[in-house]
């Protein structure tokens, strides 16, 4: 048995396709004496991938029926993209005497690296779909054939170093029994796309296309990450045990689809989705949330070589509004995730630490103009529905001292200049630096929410980079330090009648989620696809006896201690 990432719950067993092997980069033609040629090429290239997606969209639809053949449109707007796409590579193939192979390879590569060099994991996996496009052009160039699986003559597990939503879009989901990956995380869009359509799944497999051949029988659990090579009658059976116990449990899931999120005994909270891209809301939607927890906007200026305009920024937050149709938006204010160097626009300089550094709140203090035509934008999208803003990165009341006043300031212009906005716009804190969760009873009285952005809180407390595979025995989330923090953030909101949401990635739902309810946060921003999951728990818990277990695992010494009790109370 070998262990990766289970992102998508399910068990799946079948024999083996070992999907298209990557292009190869190390032999691709470096130069061309013929620019203008090569240029053609390109964007020939560029013009018949743009018209694949295009069928593929029309084909998506009709089989799937979901909201993910979005993505589609967003890669095409990403490949028409001129100041980030277009104009780099043919200045690269002009200037530099470059080959369209090599002038797509290279900028692809610097695009992608941009991505992961952002702390935000969200963010740090849109660097697959850069990757994914980059291939998909070397192919369309170099004339490779793409594998078509739309008709599996058996079922399937498809392994793959790594598969795009255009590949998800060319399998035979009647035959397709799971997918395992060689890279990915739980944020990935195939990932997305595979919890969305309930393929079980699983991702960064290291070394898997070495250790599988096409046809062998292979086993999967999306929900452990574990893959079986050759699996035996022992393992096959305890499989379907498995199975059949995710199975009942999804369908009763299913079943809380479209009723509140209410404890046993009355107490009430929301579920709402974190999303990055407009192209995801109706995922979000689908998904039945209650609201749009965090929207990141980083996206909106990554990678570009202008920064977004006021009227470009509006659109969006105006079309959100809109898509939620009266359900509540919460715009996380620019961030960039501790890498500003992934956002060319703001010309910023290297910085020996950037996760702990001009991020957030404190960059856009920092650049008052940049700062002004974010916020005029989102005053100006209030006027249109239920929109709140959050600032990101803050680490006292100074900070927000100085936000609040950038924010007034722009509401007195738009006075002046007689545009409507919403008088009384929410306005919250992204709890994630320690030192804020500690003066929480100070800033509560400044603002009208508290939000906590528990992964940073929980890496910035414990000193232990969520990232890094070295330290995963000392990140969690239920670590006493963390849990304290949290548990007086809350107290602090409550004691100011505001309220506070927890975002961020939960893994171990059934063991860690009523022990969060039970601190008394009153609402949840997560996935998409763990609202349904979130709802089926906290609609079986009393909350008075998850406050009085809350009380017993602050107590606690240590995150192992905390661990052997969580299990204990999942267990009773």
């Known amino acids: 048995m070998i262990k990766g990432i289970g992102v998508s719950e399910g068990i799946g067993i079948a024999k083996a396709m070992v999907w298209q092997a990557a292009i190869s980069h190390e032999y691709l033609p470096r ?6 040629g090569e240029i053609a090429r390109f964007e020939a290239a560029l013009a018949g991938i743009i018209e694949q997606y295009n069928g593929l969209r029309q084909k998506t639809a009709r089989r799937y029926n979901s909201p993910e053949t979005a993505i589609f449109d967003a890669y095409s707007l990403i490949l028409a993209d001129e100041d980030a796409v277009l104009q780099p590579t043919r200045d690269h193939i002009r200037l530099r005497g470059l080959s369209a192979e090599f002038a797509v390879s290279f900028h692809f590569g610097e695009l992608a690296r941009q991505f992961l060099e952002i702390d935000d994991e969200y963010l740090r996996q849109r660097a697959e779909d850069v990757f994914n496009l980059r291939d998909q052009l070397l192919r369309q160039l170099m004339g490779v054939p793409v594998s078509d699986a739309t008709h599996f003559d058996r079922p399937t597990i498809v392994v793959a170093g790594a598969l795009s939503p255009v590949d998800f879009a060319r399998l035979d989901l009647s035959r397709l029994e799971g997918i395992v990956c060689e890279t990915g995380g739980y944020s990935s869009h195939m990932s997305i796309i595979a919890r969305t359509l309930g393929v079980p799944a699983v991702v960064a497999v290291g070394g898997l296309l070495e250790k599988i051949r096409d046809g062998a029988v292979v086993a999967l659990d999306g ?5 079986w090579l050759d699996p035996d009658e022992e393992d096959i059976s305890q499989l379907y045990t498995r199975a059949e116990f995710y199975a009942e449990r999804n369908r009763e899931a299913q079943s809380y689809r479209g009723l509140p999120t209410i404890s ?16 995801e809301v109706d995922a979000a939607i689908s998904a039945d949330t209650e609201a749009l927890g965090v929207y990141r906007t980083e996206l909106l200026h990554l990678g570009a070589a202008a920064l977004p305009t006021e009227d470009e920024q509006y659109r969006v937050y105006r079309t959100l509004i809109e898509r939620m149709a009266g359900k509540g938006v919460t715009v996380r204010t620019f961030d960039g995730g ?37 916020l005029r934008a989102l005053l100006r999208a209030s006027a249109h529905g239920n929109i709140k803003v959050l600032f990101p990165m803050v680490s006292g009341p100074e900070e927000l001292a100085e936000a609040h006043h950038a924010l007034e ?26 030192s804020a969760a500690l003066l929480a009873d100070t ?3 400044q603002v009208d929410f508290f939000c906590i952005a528990i992964n940073d809180l929980t890496q910035f407390t414990l000193a232990a980079d969520r990232g890094n595979p070295d ?7 239920y670590h006493p330090a963390v849990l304290r923090l949290v548990a007086q953030t809350v107290e602090a909101a409550h004691e100011h009648h505001i309220p506070c949401t927890l975002a961020g990635e939960l893994q171990d739902l059934e063991l860690v989620l009523p022990l969060l309810f039970g601190l008394g946060l009153d609402s949840f921003a997560i996935n998409p696809g763990q609202i349904l999951a979130c709802r089926r728990i906290l609609n ?11 009380s017993e695992v602050l107590a606690l010494p240590s995150s192992q201690e905390v661990a052997k009790r969580l299990a204990l109370f999942h267990n009773a």
């Open 31 to 36: 130069k061309s004496a013929n620019p203008a």
């Open 223 to 227: 929900r452990t990450g574990e893959v």
């Open 264 to 279: 046993t005994d009355g107490r009430r909270v929301e579920l709402s989705a974190n999303v990055g891209q407009l192209e």
């Open 338 to 374: 501790g890498q500003l160097s992934s956002f060319p626009a703001l010309r910023t300089r290297e910085e020996s630490n950037p996760v702990l550094g001009y991020r957030g709140i404190r960059m856009s203090l920092g650049r008052p103009s940049f700062f002004r035509t974010q």
């Open 409 to 434: 300031t722009i509401k007195n212009e738009l006075r002046r200049e007689g545009i409507p906005f919403d008088e009384q716009i929410p306005v919250g804190v992204f709890i994630g630096v320690p």
């Open 443 to 445: 800033l509560a009285g």
């Open 471 to 477: 330290l995963a025995h000392l990140y969690h989330t």
């Open 540 to 550: 079986g818990c009393h909350y008075g006896q998850c406050q009085s277990f809350a």
